[in-house]
């Protein structure tokens, strides 16, 4: 069985949805979550039992593999962690990349 993977992204503003993705299966999808936090627990809760890690994207950006638990017991910690690390990654972006194709 493959890593499953949630992928959170903006909608508006302080509006987020997120997608939890196994293979070429959609498992899961909440839309209007306030925050990343948020978008972690709730993924965290409805990830398969039999699954101990998961991949995450962040804005079409991948954010790297995480223990489900950490979504769960760490969300708050985690989400900084993957908001800090996207700023980063898209204030060091090159300037032949347009922003159109990061910024969602």
Not at 96 to 102: K, L
Request: aromatic share 4%; charged share 15%; with cysteine.
């Amino acid at each position: 069985m493959s890593v499953p993977l949630i992928s959170i992204v903006r909608e508006q503003r302080t509006e987020y949805k997120w997608s939890l993705i196994c293979g070429p299966q959609l498992l899961h999808s909440r839309f209007g979550q306030q925050d990343v936090t948020a978008c972690l627990q709730s993924a965290g809760e409805v990830t398969p039992a039999d699954q101990q890690m998961v991949e995450i994207m962040y804005r079409h950006v991948h954010m790297g593999t995480h223990l489900i638990k950490d979504l769960v017991l760490n969300a708050g910690s985690l989400a900084k962690h993957i908001s800090e690390t996207y700023a980063t990654l898209i204030a060091d972006k090159p300037a032949s990349v347009p922003s159109a194709s990061i910024a969602n």
